[in-house]
């Protein structure tokens, strides 16, 4: 995947657009950050989510977080292969490891989030 091509939110997830099907998923600074990731928590398909509200959660060894929807619209799929299987997530983040697929219903919402480079300086930010 093409990581300039993605759009990313200041709560550490992605989204890669195709029409108005959002790919949603944490980045490769979030998986770091919880490290050793046990368990993923994911929303049911037919959810309606605003944009910032809690759509899941990732459990590592060291604490939970909370996934926020970085876009509003109603969640379509989920990924089957996550769940108890977090391997995904940790080694393919970008790719094998997305969370949730919605269609959107504002593609306004994409102007509030964030290109790879301005992410990448949010997180030097957020790593101090």
């Known amino acids: 995947m093409d990581l300039a091509a993605l759009k990313y939110a200041k709560t550490h997830e992605w ?3 195709e029409g108005d099907v959002a ?9 770091q950050l919880l490290s050793d990731l046990v368990y993923i928590d994911l929303p049911k398909p037919g959810k ?5 509200e809690s759509c899941g959660e990732v459990e590592s060894v060291k604490a ?3 996934v926020y929807a970085p876009l509003a619209g ?9 769940g108890d299987n977090t391997e995904p997530l940790s080694s393919d983040p970008f790719g094998n490891g997305w969370l949730i697929k919605m269609k959107v219903s504002d ?8 290109d790879r480079a301005s992410y990448e ?4 930010s957020e790593a101090h």
Do not use: R
Not at 23 to 31: K, L, N, Q, S
Not at 48 to 52: D, E, I, Q, S, T
């Open 121 to 124: 300086k949010h997180c030097e």
């Open 64 to 66: 939970v977080s909370d």
């Open 15 to 17: 989204v890669a657009i």
């Open 74 to 82: 109603v969640v379509t799929e989920t990924n089957p292969n996550l």
């Open 107 to 114: 593609l306004s919402g994409l102007d509030q989030l964030l």
């Open 48 to 52: 309606a989510l605003k944009v910032g």
């Open 23 to 31: 790919t949603v998923g944490i980045t490769d600074f979030a998986v």
